[in-house]
C-alpha cells in the first residue's frame, strides 16, 4: 500500500521511539525490513506470501500473527542475530502500516464497499494520497540520505526462511536505486 520511502521513514520513526540498541545498531536492516514485503515487485509472488493478508478477505486479519505463525522462530528475537532481529522488526512496522492503511482509509474511502466503490477514480485518489505523503517525507534530503546510507551498510547475513540471500540482495540494490 503506501510506498517505500514511508515505510522507511516510518520505521525510523517507530525505532527513535523505541530507543533499542539492536534498532539503533542495526538501521539499515530495519529500514530494509520495512521495504521487504513489497520485495513480491521482483520476486512475483503473491502478495498473501509477503504480507500474511488477503486483500479479497473483508474479515478481520493480522499479517503480523500471519507471519509468526508461518515462521515461528521469527517471532522469538532473543533467539535471533542482531541484524536478523532489526529486519524483522522493520518487516512489521511494514505489515502494521498497511494493514491500517487498507482497514481504515482505502477500504472506508476509496475501496470496493466504499461510497466510490472501488473504481478506477478511487483508486487513483487514493494512490495520490499516497504518494502525496511519501513526496513530503522524500524531500527531506538529510532524512533520504540517512536511511540510504543505512541500508547501504546493512549486512545481509539474515535468517529469514523465506526470503534467500540472492533476493535479498537483488532487493536491496532495488532499494537504494
Known amino acids: 500500500m503506501p510506498p517505500l520511502g514511508l515505510h522507511t521513514v516510518i ?26 514485503p513489497d520485495i513480491r515487485v521482483i520476486t512475483r509472488w503473491e502478495r498473501g506470501r509477503t504480507h500474511f493478508f488477503d486483500l479479497h478477505n473483508f474479515d478481520e486479519q493480522n499479517g503480523v500473527a500471519g507471519l509468526f505463525s508461518a515462521y515461528p522462530r521469527l517471532g522469538q528475537p532473543g533467539s535471533l542475530r542482531p541484524g536478523t532481529a532489526a529486519f524483522v522488526a522493520g518487516y512489521v ?24 466503490g ?31 546510507e543505512a541500508v547501504a551498510r546493512s549486512d545481509l547475513a539474515l535468517e529469514i526462511e523465506f526470503i534467500d540471500g540472492e533476493t535479498l540482495g537483488r532487493w536491496k540494490e532495488v532499494i537504494l536505486d
Do not use: C
Open 93 to 116: 512496522t511494514h505489515l502494521v502500516m498497511d494493514e491500517l492503511w487498507i482497514n481504515t482509509i482505502y477500504r472506508p474511502f476509496f475501496g470496493q464497499r466504499s461510497p466510490l
Open 118 to 148: 472501488g473504481d478506477l477514480r478511487a483508486n487513483i485518489m487514493d494512490r495520490a494520497i499516497q504518494f502525496s505523503l511519501d513526496r513530503e517525507k522524500r524531500i527531506d534530503r538529510e532524512l533520504m540520505a540517512h536511511v540510504l
Open 11 to 36: 520505521a525510523k520513526e517507530v525505532g527513535d521511539s523505541l530507543r533499542h540498541h539492536v534498532l539503533d545498531a542495526e538501521r539499515g536492516n530495519l529500514y530494509l525490513g520495512s521495504t521487504a
